[in-house]
């Protein structure tokens, strides 16, 4: 059974700083598109962003320009640098893959085939 396991969440002042990384052994980048998602209790899940097989990645307006998502260094892992953090970017983040090449459908309904169990930001 597959399942991305992220890392590198964790605590951190508003306008500051954290990098969210994602290991997902045989999902390739060039077959499964990986997304980024967040979740606070109550609310819906949000998506942060994406990268297709193509390499080429979507971020979310409310995260534009401080959010980058990027392939890791290691083979199979998705990265999420995220900088000028504000309260707001406080919930769980997920990773996830799902074999497609219409990467942005997926990720606009949510629907991806491997999720992984989050880490948790917390902005103050």
């Known amino acids: 059974h597959v399942q991305p396991v992220e890392s590198g969440g964790g605590s951190v002042q508003a306008g500051g700083s954290l990098r969210l990384s994602c290991a997902a052994p045989g999902l390739s980048g060039s077959i499964y598109c990986m997304g980024w998602f967040r979740q606070t209790p109550g609310k819906e899940r949000e998506g942060v962003g994406y990268i297709n097989t193509g390499g080429i990645t979507t971020h979310a307006d409310s995260v534009k320009g401080r959010f980058t998502i990027s392939r890791g260094n290691a083979k199979d892992t998705l990265d999420l640098q995220m900088n000028s953090l504000k309260p707001e970017d406080t919930a769980m983040y997920y990773c996830?893959?799902?074999?497609?090449?219409?990467?942005?459908?997926?990720?606009?309904?949510?629907?991806?085939?491997?999720w992984g169990q989050g880490t948790q930001v917390t902005v103050s």
């Open positions: 996830a893959a799902v074999r497609t090449n219409h990467c942005g459908w997926h990720f606009q309904s949510g629907v991806f085939d491997y």
